[in-house]
């Protein structure tokens, strides 16, 4: 696991069996939305199997933090690396449906159920 700290937010990445978690904490905004680009264009470049984005822990997340994940899932989405954004309180997530990001990025309840959507897209179809 490495951590990453920034103004306003820190940043914990592991690796898991199935994909990448990027933990988030803290609050996202204009002054620590760049140290989101950078880690996940890091690890987006290294083609993961799956990156899994954990919000369980972000207080706020302002227009620039939303910009970030709309790069990073157009990004993942061209390499074909499945993203999926765990965990984001209640008034993370009104954000994401006010902003329409909900069209862009899959959110799921908590890390172990994006773990299992990111199987389900590496699994092959019948």
């Given at each position: 696991?490495?951590?990453?700290?920034?103004?306003?937010?820190?940043?914990?990445?592991?690796?898991?069996?199935?994909?990448?978690?990027?933990?988030?904490?803290?609050?996202?905004?204009?002054?620590?939305?760049?140290?989101?680009?950078?880690?996940?264009?890091?690890?987006?470049?290294?083609?993961?199997?799956?990156?899994?984005?954990?919000?369980?822990?972000?207080?706020f997340c302002a227009?620039?933090?939303?910009?970030?994940?709309?790069?990073?899932?157009?990004?993942?989405?061209?390499?074909g690396v499945p993203?999926?954004?765990?965990?984001?309180?209640?008034?993370?997530?009104?954000?994401?449906?006010?902003?329409?990001?909900?069209?862009?990025?899959?959110?799921?309840?908590?890390?172990?159920?994006?773990?299992?959507?990111?199987?389900?897209?590496?699994?092959?179809?019948?």
């Amino acid at each position: 696991m490495s951590d990453s700290p920034a103004r306003g937010v820190r940043i914990s990445v592991s690796t898991r069996p199935d994909a990448v978690v990027v933990a988030v904490a803290g609050e996202l905004d204009m002054g620590s939305a760049s140290s989101l680009r950078v880690e996940l264009a890091d690890r987006l470049r290294l083609k993961p199997d799956g990156l899994v984005l954990d919000f369980g822990n972000v207080a706020f997340c302002a227009s620039a933090g939303l910009q970030v994940l709309a790069e990073a899932a157009r990004t993942a989405s061209d390499s074909g690396v499945p993203f999926v954004v765990a965990s984001a309180p209640p008034p993370v997530v009104r954000t994401f449906e006010i902003s329409r990001l909900t069209a862009a990025v899959t959110l799921t309840r908590d890390v172990d159920e994006a773990l299992s959507w990111v199987r389900d897209r590496r699994s092959p179809r019948s």
